[in-house]
């Protein structure tokens, strides 16, 4: 035998040992139980914390750990304690988050826990930003749902059935999921939550089993009521400085009505920072665009009073500011509750 061959014939030995070994790995890949049904996922999600939801990036920020436990006669084994085994080793569910983002990290290591009568233990923590599109034509006054889905990648409903774990129901936790009460969410209240069942669609046609957790919160609006629209009224209110002002200072009334207007496009600039370029006004929009109006409209009424002043009109001047006095903030006052009462979106 030449020595090529006596390499040969050594690299072929090792190639169907380590097939061998490999042999003696479980590798489940197939459902269990495929032809009693859809195999039964029973799942339980717990909210750790959510740190931030940015309306801008339409986002929210959030730690959250998940539990999924199911049954598998193949993997029961007659030890006493659990036995492990890599992830990709064993069949599962295959679960993804449907809006996670590249930030999301997951903390735990890839594998799960089969206990003697082959209930398969898989669990998670999952840390990062979430999408979640948001309707804000109501800012800084709105409610959103926020929602964290998960899809059994390429199982549909008739395959893989998502529950919640009884386990997690036991011990007092509704619907086998909560959130933390130590969240440190700042400006949003959290006012309920709740799982359910959800299917995924891929495409049309392509629906995958999923699961949902939702939980509703409204934004804490004190922020942008002592920092941005009492401002505004403010500002707003000093235009109407102009209708007190006689008519023959007219360089005092311009320079009132023009500083008015520039600070109110300030703001505008200010807000647009905390919004995603929407195609729609926000209450917050419109506020600001009914102030400039009538700011602009303060700026012509002193105008029309000093031409009226140099046509040697005086009385008729001092009507229209008066008249002003009591216009301008009846409109200012029926506009701002149309804008603010009604919730839109």
Not at 62 to 78: N, Q, Y
Request: a neutral charge; proline letters at 6%.
């Amino acid at each position: 035998m030449t020595k090529k061959n006596y390499l040969s014939l050594v690299s072929l030995l090792a190639i169907s040992i380590l097939d061998a070994g490999g042999a003696e790995m479980p590798a489940v890949i197939e459902r269990p139980r495929a032809d009693d049904g859809p195999t039964r996922v029973s799942i339980g999600i717990w909210m750790v914390d959510i740190t931030s939801i940015d309306s801008a990036q339409q986002s929210f920020t959030a730690e959250m750990a998940l539990v999924l436990r199911w049954k598998d006669p193949r993997l029961a084994h007659t030890g006493n304690g659990v036995v492990r085994y890599p992830l990709e080793q064993v069949w599962h569910p295959r679960i993804a988050v449907v809006n996670e983002t590249n930030s999301v990290s997951r903390k735990f290591p890839d594998s799960v826990e089969v206990e003697p009568d082959g209930t398969v233990n898989y669990r998670q923590r999952y840390a990062g930003a979430f999408t979640q599109p948001l309707r804000l034509r109501s800012f800084p006054f709105d409610r959103q749902t926020f929602r964290l889905q998960f899809v059994a990648v390429r199982y549909r409903a008739n395959e893989v059935q998502f529950v919640p774990d009884q386990d997690w129901i036991d011990n007092g936790l509704k619907q086998a999921g909560g959130i933390a009460t130590s969240i440190t969410l700042p400006d949003w209240t959290i006012e309920s939550w709740n799982t359910k069942s959800l299917s995924y669609a891929l495409a049309p046609g392509f629906e995958y089993s999923g699961y949902a957790f939702e939980f509703t919160a409204s934004r804490n609006a004190q922020h942008y009521v002592w920092k941005v629209i009492l401002p505004l009224v403010l500002i707003v209110i000093m235009s109407w400085a102009v209708f007190w002002i006689d008519p023959v200072t007219s360089n005092s009334q311009i320079s009132i009505a023009v500083t008015s207007m520039l600070t109110l496009i300030a703001y505008r600039f200010a807000i647009d920072n905390q919004l995603p370029r929407l195609p729609y006004t926000t209450n917050l929009d419109a506020f600001i665009l009914m102030s400039t109006v009538l700011v602009f409209f303060s700026f012509i009424e002193v105008l029309v009073t000093t031409i009226l002043e140099n046509q040697k009109r005086n009385r008729l001047a001092i009507t229209i500011d008066r008249s002003c006095r009591v216009i301008f903030p009846v409109i200012f006052l029926l506009a701002s509750m149309s804008i603010f009462v009604h919730p839109r979106g």
